[in-house]
């Protein structure tokens, strides 16, 4: 059985209103960053308790000091977490910790001395891969070949994502309003409730708006669940919210229909950005497309580097055999 971070006998339970579990995650605005950082704040827990506890809430987790902190990372190592995923975590339980600072429950010595984590350090390429062209128009035809309102919605939804670039959880919190079809426009809110603006190409404008002849409604979600018998899921307000997960599931499942092999709403989005730095759109343009803070993120994406070092390698011709 593993240790304990913190003793059993100091751990005391904490109050709800006064947790700083909840409050951390009630600042989140995304329901996607609140469900993976509440994952993360889960696992940290257990590691805490020695695998006593079931989740987050009610730990002590202003009970943590320098040496316990120091001690979870190396945990998460020695589990061969990859340093990413690793990092994750460090962030979760940087923010949870100055949650119980702020709510006066240690010191800022204590919250700044128990903070004090460097970063795993390492270098990985982008996750995911390139989508190429035909892949996007077998899985378009696939959504042709559905005359339901899912196929008509789906290849709107695929457009969407193939032209801008879209993170799925931006995509699933698009509603009728952020479409401006004199300008070609949606607004996204991205992460941390930042807008931006993105643009439909003349294609995917056709597109949705095939989808908005069978939505007809004039508000609510611009994509939305669609039942067994093709009737839209609605609410008061209009059609419902689609999750991340569903439009994964979407790319997935028309994919699956099309015989082409696997890709993810990320892989989307990787080649979107490949796309316009290919084409010599400057970095900050697509920076500000995409939604990335930092235009080293945005940079991580530039297949031009990539195809030099190819082009190169190219260059060099193997010797035939031939005995000495």
Not at 62 to 87: D, I, Q
Not at 221 to 239: D, N, V
Not at 275 to 282: P, R, S
Request: with cysteine; net charge positive; aromatic share 6%.
């Amino acid at each position: 059985m593993s240790v304990p971070v913190v003793p059993e006998p100091s751990r005391p339970v904490v109050e709800p209103a006064r947790d700083p579990y909840l409050v951390y995650l009630d600042s989140l605005t995304s329901p996607e960053s609140r469900r993976a950082m509440r994952g993360c704040l889960d696992r940290l827990a257990a590691l805490v308790s020695g695998g006593q506890a079931t989740g987050g809430e009610g730990q002590p987790w202003h009970l943590l000091r320098y040496e316990h902190t120091v001690r979870l990372r190396t945990l998460m190592t020695e589990r061969g977490w990859s340093p990413a995923y690793v990092n994750k975590h460090l962030v979760a339980l940087r923010r949870v910790l100055r949650e119980a600072w702020r709510l006066g429950q240690m010191t800022a010595e204590e919250y700044q001395r128990a903070a004090d984590l460097p970063t795993v350090e390492h270098t990985r390429l982008p996750a995911g891969r390139h989508v190429p062209a035909e892949v996007v128009g077998a899985a378009l035809a696939a959504c042709d070949e559905d005359p339901s309102p899912a196929g008509i919605r789906d290849a709107a939804l695929l457009a969407v994502l193939y032209s801008t670039g879209c993170r799925r959880a931006e995509i699933a919190g698009m509603t009728l309003d952020d479409y401006d079809p004199g300008a070609r426009s949606l607004r996204v809110r991205g992460k941390r409730d930042k807008e931006r603006l993105v643009y439909l190409t003349p294609e995917a404008v056709g597109r949705l708006e095939r989808w908005l002849a069978v939505r007809r409604h004039p508000a609510g979600a611009l994509f939305c669940p669609i039942g067994r018998y093709g009737s839209l899921r609605t609410t008061k307000t209009g059609p419902a919210p689609m999750t991340g997960q569903a439009v994964a599931d979407v790319l997935a499942r028309r994919l699956a229909q099309a015989g082409a092999s696997p890709r993810t709403p990320h892989d989307f989005r990787r080649t979107f950005i490949g796309e316009l730095l290919d084409a010599g759109v400057d970095l900050a343009t697509a920076q500000a497309l995409v939604g990335h803070s930092s235009p080293a993120t945005t940079a991580r994406y530039d297949r031009r580097p990539e195809r030099r070092r190819r082009e190169a390698v190219d260059r060099l011709t193997l010797p035939p055999a031939k005995p000495l």
